[in-house]
Antibody, heavy 121, light 110 residues
Framework: EVQLVESGGGSAQPGESLRLSCVASGFTFEDSGMHWVRQVPGKGLEWVGGISWNSAGIVYGDSMKGRVTVSRDNAKRSVFLEIRSLRPDDAAMYYC??????????????WGRGTRVAVSS | QTVVTQEPSLTVSPGGTVTLTCASSTGPVTSSFYPNWIQQRPGQAPRALIYSTTNRHPWTPARFSGSVLGDKAVLTVSGVQPEDEAVYYCALYFGGAPVVFGGGTRLTVL
């Protein structure tokens, strides 16, 4: 069974940085592209970025580009999202998702349950 | 800025058929946009339903079907069940932006 478990969320202050993690199991992680998607409470889905199986392809969505870094550690079956210069409007649920293939495509096949980030002073 | 547009809300009776659409601000949606459909039930994480226009995932019920009709991607739900009440998102591919979500359609089964 595919499982994606996000962690690292919590409360932070504006201007701080946060590193979210997603640990994967139940599939060949080193062959899979991975994504981060966020959702502000009561709002829609917003794609944050994705990373290919070998980290050679990393793509970011426009809204957070320049403030986020997606990375992965295949040995630890983990993908990470670093968010810098946090703003109040970054408060959201952050989901990790597995791509159907090894690259960053539109096909987000499996989703985790998310980790919540709150930003306030 | 690329915008993907969906109906904000639709209502369908149990057992009925409903069609959800997904349009692009750049022009007609074709299979080259690799339309995906994602379901999010209240209080739950998103779940993928359809990828690359027409393909169901192994867990997707057969009553869900995807297509491109006219200039939009379309999700058709036939024989709607109460558990289909959810928000449905489409996602399209735009070259440098591999994933752009629509605003979602809230489907009410009533």
């Amino acid at each position: 069974e595919v499982q994606l478990v996000e962690s690292g969320g919590g409360s932070a202050q504006p201007g701080e940085s946060l590193r979210l993690s997603c640990v994967a199991s139940g599939f060949t992680f080193e062959d899979s592209g991975m994504h981060w998607v966020r959702q502000v409470p009561g709002k829609g889905l917003e794609w944050v970025g994705g990373i290919s199986w070998n980290s050679a392809g990393i793509v970011y969505g426009d809204s957070m580009k320049g403030r986020v870094t997606v990375s992965r550690d295949n040995a630890k079956r983990s993908v990470f999202l670093e968010i810098r210069s946090l703003r109040p409007d970054d408060a959201a649920m952050y989901y990790c998702a597995k791509d159907l293939g090894g690259f960053v495509t539109t096909d987000l096949q499996h989703w985790g349950r998310g980790t919540r980030v709150a930003v306030s002073s | 800025q690329t915008v993907v547009t969906q109906e904000p809300s639709l209502t369908v009776s149990p057992g009925g058929t409903v069609t959800l659409t997904c349009a692009s601000s750049t022009g007609p949606v074709t299979s080259s946009f690799y339309p995906n459909w994602i379901q999010q039930r209240p209080g739950q994480a998103p779940r993928a339903l359809i990828y690359s226009t027409t393909n169901r995932h192994p867990w997707t019920p057969a009553r869900f079907s995807g297509s491109v009709l006219g200039d939009k991607a379309v999700l058709t739900v036939s024989g709607v069940q109460p558990e289909d009440e959810a928000v449905y998102y489409c996602a399209l591919y735009f070259g440098g932006a591999p994933v752009v979500f629509g605003g979602g359609t809230r489907l009410t089964v009533l």
